[in-house]
């Protein structure tokens, strides 16, 4: 399918303006007249502190519309219990953007056991409880109360993983379509740049909010289905129906009355008579859809809510639909009220890309927060992104429904000079850039061997079961660009922060080598997140094979370059189809291979994951579907007890859980597992009785021994310094809660 569109940096500007940048956007009125502004034509509410730094989704919205010519206000983490704080900058010209922030509010608020966190990295101070729960919808209702007849344009991660009726974990039901709890005029999901650029040219124009219903990675409500449009029922889940009979092959239907080509069409047949004229037979040409004009109807929330088989069904069909290239419009009822999701945003090119990240930045936190510190500016201050997507399909992760599996790229120019821009202008540089990156640290510039191939599949992953033959996995572009940021004046080091796909990078040793020997510094992390088959195969993950070959290589180029280095490799508790028995595999490998886990992480139902949609349901949606007895049911891990065994499995090391593992290793027939022997688990409860207390002193030791590798699951934070000498083994590494 062609696309056509018009490039974000190709646009006239809506204003002429003589001036340069703002050096911020403003949050206040004394900002606002410093500007000369009268009144803002878009003010941006968001549930993050204001850093304006392009890792800042209220940041790059903002100074991309400020680029277009629009004047941008911006109201950070406002008082939501009145209208009054979202008064303070007055009425916007055109519309309310309205996000939750960079992370769903309620994933940012509470841990994966649903307890309310003590502390919000996006604040300054690192204080909690900045932002309500639900924010796009808070927000929204507060930019109502405080100016009715302003449109409000939704938008943000947790917009764009709410977007249909989805499961929501802290409630334990299904909810419906966050458009509708937010009675927002409009939804962008996905990356938004191209979208929100047309809502604002086209209101700019005259054009009214509730005409805007042909721009891509938007949602609304609609009252029917507009009459030159197709639609394809798809409220029931897949199966056989009643097999037609076959028409008599020699029947001329062009000669028949309409009423009895219905009815031999539905099934009945034509029988031939003796004297019966054979004439020939017409075949009409078949029909092709125009899937830009064709729509899905999904079963309704109503069902959603009251069917674990229809719920599957959905996330199947809403999956399915993600390719831009060939993805058709979705639309699910609500009660007397219709959702209607156009196809995904159409993917930034390499100049999109470059325009969007060469905007004005102060790459700093706004003036307003003081020395105050702000924990994620913090982490990501020295690095830089160079590109977005991914293509690997984990069904535990959100990235995909919302960036998309097709990754778009910046160009090495454009990251080279985010790099000196870091080195010139952001304060305490001290010549390490912490990463250069995205979803994942290795997809840079791999894509489709032909956008042919790429804009027809709707394969869920690239690189699960295997990696697809169609797949360029040639790393060189990104080793380039590793080569030539290390020769830059004022550049020590560039360490790579970003997860990487090592299923990938051993299809290209040259870039394990360049990587291995330049761009760990001491511990890199990997996500191979389980040993055994059955959980490994709900997530989409490749086989433990593929980590033990990337181990190889990685320990081979270590010992070639002279460096002490090792691998942090993270692994998930409680994921959908994992049993007891799969965890404690999972420890036993653990212990052979003497990994010792510091803080781990438990399955968190995101909202959207096709693993949420196993979570909720106990059905596969990447298998048929079916209501039979036999059909494939999913494992599920939902007790507060079970999670907390499979946690403890992660964990077996530490003397706490002991009780807890020991009584489960009995009741699974597994007792062999308890003693002080090199192949038992955990020792017997002697040992437990010898070290009463929660931290105990005399206790074996569980790290700093030549197989005592202490970990962390999915940390974004640095190592913890370690006082035992630089050629010791790491004790532990920084961790975040939950």
Not at 366 to 393: T, W
Not at 688 to 716: D, F, I, M, V
Request: hydrophobic share 35%; with cysteine.
């Amino acid at each position: 399918m062609t696309q056509v569109f018009t490039p974000i940096h190709t646009r006239p500007a809506f204003r002429q303006s003589k001036s340069k940048a703002a050096p911020f956007l403003p949050m206040s009125r004394q900002e606002m007249q410093q500007l000369g502004w009268e009144c803002c034509d878009i003010i941006l509410v968001t549930g993050d502190a204001y850093v304006d730094h392009p890792s800042f989704g209220m940041a790059i919205i903002g100074r991309l519309l400020e680029a277009q010519g629009f004047r941008v206000g911006i109201i950070a983490q406002p008082d939501w219990h009145s209208a009054e704080a979202f008064k303070a900058l007055g009425k916007p010209g055109l519309f309310f953007g309205i996000a939750a922030g960079n992370m769903d509010s309620m994933i940012n608020r509470y841990t994966a056991d649903r307890k309310i966190r003590s502390d919000d990295a996006y604040t300054p101070g690192n204080v909690a409880g900045k932002r309500p729960d639900r924010a796009s919808i808070v927000y929204s209702q507060r930019c109502r109360e405080a100016y009715k007849d302003v449109p409000l344009v939704l938008g943000g991660i947790e917009a764009s993983l709410r977007r249909i009726a989805h499961y929501d974990y802290w409630q334990d039901k299904v909810r419906r379509s966050i458009l509708l709890d937010s009675r927002a005029d409009l939804l962008l999901y996905g990356n938004a740049e191209r979208a929100v650029v047309e809502v604002a040219h086209r209101l700019a124009a005259g054009e009214p909010i509730d005409s805007l219903r042909d721009i891509r990675g938007t949602a609304f409500v609609r009252k029917d289905t507009p009459e030159n449009w197709m639609e394809i029922d798809s409220t029931r889940i897949d199966r056989p129906g009643k097999i037609d009979k076959i028409i008599n092959p020699y029947v001329n239907t062009r000669d028949l009355p309409e009423c009895e080509i219905e009815q031999r069409s539905s099934g009945e047949t034509a029988e031939m008579d003796a004297d019966d004229e054979v004439q020939v037979l017409h075949i009409e040409p078949r029909v092709r859809l125009d899937r830009s004009k064709t729509v899905i109807r999904i079963p309704s929330f109503e069902k959603v809510s009251k069917d674990p088989v229809l719920y599957a069904h959905a996330s199947r069909v809403l999956h399915l639909e993600t390719n831009p290239g060939n993805a058709r419009a979705l639309v699910q009822l609500h009660g007397d009220q219709e959702v209607w999701l156009n196809p995904p945003p159409i993917p930034l090119t390499t100049d999109e890309m470059d325009y969007v990240f060469d905007l004005s930045y102060a790459r700093v936190p706004h003036p307003l927060y003081g020395k105050a510190e702000i924990p994620a500016y913090k982490m990501i201050r020295f690095s830089v992104n160079i590109m977005r997507g991914c293509f690997g399909g984990c069904t535990f992760c959100s990235i995909t429904e919302h960036e998309g599996r097709i990754i778009q790229n910046r160009s090495q120019t454009s990251i080279i000079k985010e790099i000196e821009q870091i080195r010139d202008k952001v304060p305490g540089f001290t010549g390490v850039i912490s990463d250069l990156g995205g979803p994942t640290a290795n997809m840079y510039r791999i894509a489709c061997k032909t956008t042919e191939i790429e804009a027809a599949c709707r394969k869920p992953s690239c690189v699960y079961p295997g990696i697809c033959p169609n797949l360029n996995t040639d790393h060189s572009a990104l080793t380039q660009l590793y080569r030539d940021a290390r020769k830059l004046k004022g550049v020590k080091k560039i360490l790579i922060a970003s997860g990487l796909r090592y299923d990938l990078a051993v299809e290209d040793p040259e870039y394990v080598r360049e990587l291995v020997t330049h761009h760990v510094g001491g511990y890199l992390k990997i996500a191979p997140e389980h040993t055994e088959q059955g959980p490994l195969d709900k997530m989409m993950k490749p086989g433990i094979g593929s980590y033990d070959t990337f181990k190889k290589m990685f320990e081979r180029f270590s010992k070639e370059a002279g460096k002490d280095q090792y691998l942090i490799p993270y692994f998930i508790a409680a994921h959908p189809g994992t049993t007891d028995t799969d965890m404690l595999n999972l420890a036993l490998w653990l212990k052979t291979n003497g990994f010792k886990a510091d803080q781990v992480q438990a399955f968190y139902p995101s909202p959207m994951a096709t693993a949420t949609a196993m979570y909720h349901t106990g059905r596969n949606p990447l298998r048929r579907l079916s209501y039979k007895k036999n059909a494939e049911k999913v494992d599920t891990v939902k007790g507060e007890r079970q999670r907390r065994l499979h946690k403890a499995f992660l964990r077996w090391h530490d003397p706490e859980n002991w009780p807890l593992l020991r009584e489960a290793l009995k009741s699974m027939g597994r007792a062999d597992l308890i003693g002080s022997g090199e192949q038992q688990l955990i020792p017997d409860e002697e040992v437990t009785e010898a070290y009463p207390g929660q931290r105990r002193k005399n206790a074996p030791r569980t790290s700093g021994t030549a197989k005592g590798k202490l970990l962390t699951q999915h940390t974004g934070l640095p190592p913890r310094a370690h006082k035992g000498g630089k050629n010791r083994k790491p004790a532990t590494v920084g961790h975040r809660k939950g």
